[in-house]
C-alpha cells in the first residue's frame, strides 16, 4: 500500500466519523483504486505512479465535467465538481510550475534538434517521459505548440 492510499484510507475513516461532505468523493477514489487492481490484475497492489494516474483520470473527469456544467447553465453543480477536484488536488503531488515545463520543453527540442509542427508528437511524449505523469498533457501539448510556434 503507498503512502497516498494511507492517506486516503486514513482521511476516510475520519470523514467517515465525522460525517464530512468530503465522504462520497474519498469513497470514490477507493473505489477507483480498487477498479484499477483489478483491471490491472494487480494483486499485490498498484505502484505509486499508478495510483497517481488514477488520482489525475479522476480529477480531470471532475474539471471536464464542472466546464460541461458551466456551459450548461448549471453552476451549481459545477460547484460541486469543483469542490470534489480540490478534494482530489489535495493527494497529488505538487507538479512543477510552468516556467520548469517551458525550460525542459527547449532543452529537449534543443537536444533532439526538433522543429516545425511533426516535432510535436515527439517532442510532447519525451517531455511527458522527462515529468513521468507529473504534469497533464494537455498543459504539456499546448506549451509544446506554443515553443514551437516561436520562431
Same mark, same amino acid.
Given at each position: 500500500?503507498?503512502?497516498?492510499?494511507? !492517506?486516503?484510507?486514513?482521511?476516510?475513516?475520519?470523514?467517515?466519523?465525522?460525517?464530512?461532505? $468530503?465522504?462520497? +468523493?474519498?469513497?470514490?477514489?477507493?473505489?477507483?483504486?480498487? *477498479? $484499477?487492481? &483489478?483491471?490491472?490484475?494487480?494483486?499485490?497492489?498498484?505502484?505509486?505512479?499508478?495510483? &497517481?494516474?488514477?488520482?489525475?483520470?479522476?480529477?480531470?473527469?471532475?474539471?471536464?465535467?464542472? @466546464?460541461?456544467?458551466?456551459? @450548461?447553465? !448549471?453552476?451549481?453543480?459545477?460547484?460541486?465538481?469543483? /469542490?470534489?477536484?480540490? +478534494?482530489?488536488?489535495?493527494?497529488?503531488?505538487? /507538479?512543477? *510550475?510552468?516556467?520548469?515545463?517551458?525550460?525542459?520543453?527547449?532543452? &529537449?527540442?534543443?537536444?533532439?534538434?526538433?522543429?516545425?509542427?511533426?516535432?510535436? /508528437?515527439?517532442?510532447?511524449?519525451?517531455?511527458?517521459?522527462?515529468?513521468? /505523469?507529473? +504534469?497533464?498533457?494537455?498543459?504539456?501539448?499546448?506549451?509544446?505548440?506554443?515553443?514551437?510556434?516561436?520562431?
Amino acid at each position: 500500500m503507498t503512502e497516498i492510499e494511507r !492517506r486516503l484510507e486514513a482521511d476516510l475513516i475520519t470523514a467517515t466519523r465525522s460525517k464530512a461532505s $468530503e465522504l462520497t +468523493v474519498l469513497r470514490l477514489l477507493k473505489s477507483a483504486l480498487h *477498479n $484499477e487492481k &483489478i483491471a490491472k490484475k494487480a494483486s499485490d497492489g498498484l505502484a505509486e505512479t499508478e495510483v &497517481i494516474a488514477v488520482f489525475r483520470r479522476e480529477l480531470k473527469k471532475r474539471q471536464e465535467a464542472a @466546464g460541461m456544467y458551466e456551459q @450548461g447553465g !448549471r453552476p451549481e453543480l459545477a460547484a460541486k465538481e469543483r /469542490g470534489e477536484a480540490e +478534494v482530489i488536488a489535495r493527494y497529488l503531488p505538487q /507538479g512543477p *510550475n510552468i516556467e520548469e515545463v517551458k525550460k525542459v520543453i527547449i532543452r &529537449i527540442k534543443q537536444e533532439q534538434g526538433l522543429s516545425g509542427a511533426q516535432a510535436i /508528437g515527439p517532442l510532447t511524449k519525451a517531455t511527458m517521459t522527462h515529468f513521468q /505523469g507529473a +504534469v497533464d498533457g494537455k498543459t504539456v501539448s499546448d506549451l509544446v505548440r506554443e515553443i514551437l510556434s516561436q520562431p
